[in-house]
Each structure stands twice: as structure tokens, then as C-alpha cells.
């Protein structure tokens, strides 16, 4: 069964940095895209970055461009994303996806497998 797990979020000061980490179990993570969402309380779930099955084709949403960085590791099942310079407008809960598909989408309806999420709060 196909499944999802996030890690590594928390409260961090404005300015901070907070890895999260995807891990994956059930499925071969070679053949799928993972995307990064957020969503903030009273908002949409939002894209936030995307990286393709052979890490070929990154993809950022503007407000986290030269701030997040997205990256994976196959042989252990992973896909991480590396935030600096964090400000509270990030403070959400954080999900990563997974696409059947090599390359990314900008849908999120074409990612069909989710995890269960991970709070980041950004605040002094």
C-alpha cells in the first residue's frame, strides 16, 4: 500500500530553517513525481514545489523561489525540502504528493496519494 509520511516540521523563528522529509513506503519512488503543498488556515491547499522522478525538473511556486529547495533520494525513499530565510507567511501544514507519472504537474488533482502533513510555524 502506497504511503506517504512528512517529518521534520516545528516552530521557527522568521529568518530560520527547517528541513521536511517525505518518506515513502509501499511503492518503487522511482517512477513518481512528489510534490510539496502547504495550506494555511482559511486557505487553499497551494503548490509550494515539485521535483521530477529522476530529479530532471524542478518546479517552485514564486513565493518560495531562491528561498526552498526541493531534492530526493531514491535508493532511500525520500524527498526532502530544505526552507531558509523562513517568514510567517510559510507558517502552514505541509504535505508532500505523490504523482504516478515521472514528470510534475501543476494540478493537485493529479497527484493521488497524500501524506497526513506537518506543521510549520513561523513566528518570533
Known amino acids: 500500500q502506497l504511503q506517504l509520511v512528512e517529518s521534520g516540521g516545528g516552530l521557527v523563528q522568521p529568518g530560520g530553517s527547517l528541513r521536511l522529509s517525505c518518506a515513502a513506503s509501499?511503492?518503487?519512488?522511482?517512477?513518481?513525481?512528489i510534490g510539496w503543498f502547504r495550506q494555511a488556515p482559511g486557505k487553499e491547499r497551494e503548490g509550494v514545489s515539485c521535483?521530477?522522478?529522476?530529479?530532471?525538473?524542478?518546479n517552485y511556486a514564486d513565493s518560495v523561489k531562491g528561498r526552498f529547495t526541493i531534492s530526493r533520494d531514491n535508493a532511500k525513499k525520500k524527498v526532502y525540502l530544505q526552507m531558509s530565510s523562513l517568514k510567517p507567511e510559510d507558517t502552514a501544514i505541509y504535505y508532500c504528493?505523490?504523482?504516478?507519472?515521472?514528470?510534475?504537474?501543476?494540478?493537485?488533482?493529479?497527484?493521488?496519494?497524500w501524506g497526513q502533513g506537518t506543521q510549520v510555524t513561523v513566528s518570533s
Open positions: 504528493a505523490a504523482r504516478g507519472n515521472y514528470y510534475c504537474s501543476d494540478y493537485l488533482a493529479d497527484f493521488g496519494s
Open positions: 509501499g511503492f518503487t519512488l522511482d517512477f513518481y513525481a
Open positions: 521535483i521530477s522522478s529522476n530529479s530532471e525538473t524542478t
